[in-house]
């Protein structure tokens, strides 16, 4: 199935709406008050890049990041008001997701996710 024009650039947009998103992160992601918000802009990047891949005509394997993000999430949790303290973490998110490349091709997309070593939070437990 060749993409039309109309959804390539509506996958540019979301691409830069992840953008958006990791840029209201860390904007906020030092204040304790919000991370409930830094939480809901991180499932809304996933969500998104979703729904880039659902017009991927190859498979892509987002499991890497999933996993991350619900350590994350639930660190987050344990640390409570000391939430902040997973900045670098998130800071790795925000990147992560902003290198994803979506390779647009006249018949489809090809997603390249940059592999995230997440092995630290094993040390976590």
């Known amino acids: 199935m060749e993409l039309t024009e109309k959804e390539r650039l509506m996958l540019v947009q979301k691409k830069e709406e992840i953008l958006k998103l990791t840029k209201e992160i860390l904007d906020i992601m030092k204040d304790p008050e919000q991370a409930l918000e830094v939480k809901k802009k991180m499932t809304s990047i996933l969500s998104l890049?979703?729904?880039?891949?659902?017009?991927?005509?190859?498979?892509?394997?987002?499991?890497?990041?999933?996993?991350?993000?619900?350590?994350?999430f639930a660190q987050m949790n344990v640390l409570g008001d000391q939430w902040t303290a997973m900045s670098p973490f998130i800071e790795v998110f925000c990147n992560t997701v902003n290198l994803i490349k979506f390779d647009f091709t006249k018949r489809d997309i090809k997603i390249k996710i940059p592999k995230i070593d997440f092995s630290i939070f094993r040390s976590l437990k």
């Not at 190859?58 to 996993?67: A, I, Q, V």
């Open 49 to 72: 890049i979703s729904t880039v891949g659902s017009y991927a005509k190859s498979k892509y394997d987002t499991r890497n990041l999933w996993t991350g993000t619900n350590m994350v």
